[in-house]
């Protein structure tokens, strides 16, 4: 039975986008439930990729690439979230499982 549609947030930058959409083609994969139309990717905008000119250390240093995310996750404003590994921070966020590699 199809529950709703599914939201995938990612980050904006082309390697994400990538990540976000191979992630879009496995759930096509291998569930009967959703078509193309039902996924959507929604490009969230992060203090990294808003402040891109500063000094990552400077702003705080880890999670400047994925907090923005996990708070929409969070806060069920997302269903998935999809980041490259190389952005997440070492400390999984409270409420939250790095699920899949």
Do not use: W
């Not at 069920?76 to 070492?90: R, S």
């Amino acid at each position: 039975m199809k529950n709703k549609k599914i939201i995938i947030g990612s980050r904006g930058s082309k390697l994400a986008t990538i990540y976000a959409e191979k992630a879009k083609k496995q759930i096509l994969k291998y569930s009967t439930d959703y078509t193309n139309q039902d996924i959507e990717i929604k490009k969230i905008k992060t203090s990294g990729d808003i402040h891109q000119n500063e000094r990552l250390s400077k702003l705080g240093g880890k999670g400047l690439f994925s907090k923005k995310i996990e708070d929409e996750l969070l806060n069920k404003n997302i269903d998935i979230a999809v980041h490259a590994l190389k952005d997440m921070p070492t400390d999984e966020t409270q409420g939250l499982v790095t699920n899949c590699f």
